[in-house]
């Protein structure tokens, strides 16, 4: 069974500055996605990045872009000049395999990003 | 992009009374939704694949007698709560894929309904 892993229950970073999230999963898949959705205060669940793992390029979106080692099973998010809207919880997420046609995600546990003016 | 819609927002309910929970695709058609399950500071737990047409699918643990999904239209899914106890008081969260479902397609969530049985 798929399973994600997200170590940092809280990461805390001065505005303006860079922080990474880590994240790993487990599978024995060979062609899979990621992503990484926030949930501010509002609890709105936001998509911030998606991963496709049979590309090699790393995904970017402004501000945010992902380390993704396919081999060592690992999904970081590298959050650039960091906003004081970039607070909220986020969380690494992968489908689950349900045989075929669309899936629902299995989501690790979060971090909670703190922003410090 | 792609918007989803919950009602309602918020619902305080009596112990022993069902509590219905409405997910809509607003500018889009969805065969399939997803619902899930948040408690406090915890993460977001899949409940059950909702399927235009036919029966709901199941997560392993979740009850599919207390919890009655029907996906009653391409745009519309319902979850009602029967019989509500107050371990069942939660943040409850749809999610659909805009283009018909394909594995690792992205998935647009509804606001969420928080819900409070006494």
New interface residues.
Partial sequence: AQTVTQSQPEMSVQEAETVTLSCTYDTSESD??L?W?KQPP??????VI?Q?AYKQQNATENRFSVNFQKAAKSFSLKISDSQLGDAAMY?CAY??N?G???????????THLIIQP | GAVVSQHPSRVICKSGTSVKIECRSLDFQAT?M?W?R?FPK?????MA?SNEGSKA?Y?QGVEKDKFLINHASLTLSTLTVTSAHPEDSS?Y?C?A?PS??????????G??TRLLVL
Avoid: C, H
């Avoid at chain 1, 509002?42 to 998509?47: A, D, G, N, V, Y």
């Avoid at chain 1, 075929?100 to 979060?110: E, I, R, V, W, Y």
């Avoid at chain 2, 915890?42 to 899949?46: E, I, N, T, V, Y």
């Fill in positions: 899979y996605y992503f959705y509002s609890r709105q669940m936001i998509l998606r496709e969380f489908p689950l349900s075929g046609g669309a899936d629902g995600l299995t989501f690790g546990k979060g | 399939t997803f899930y948040q915890q993460s977001l737990m899949l694949t699918t997560e943040f969260i999610s894929p018909g479902g394909y594995r690792g397609e992205t998935q647009y969530f606001p969420g």
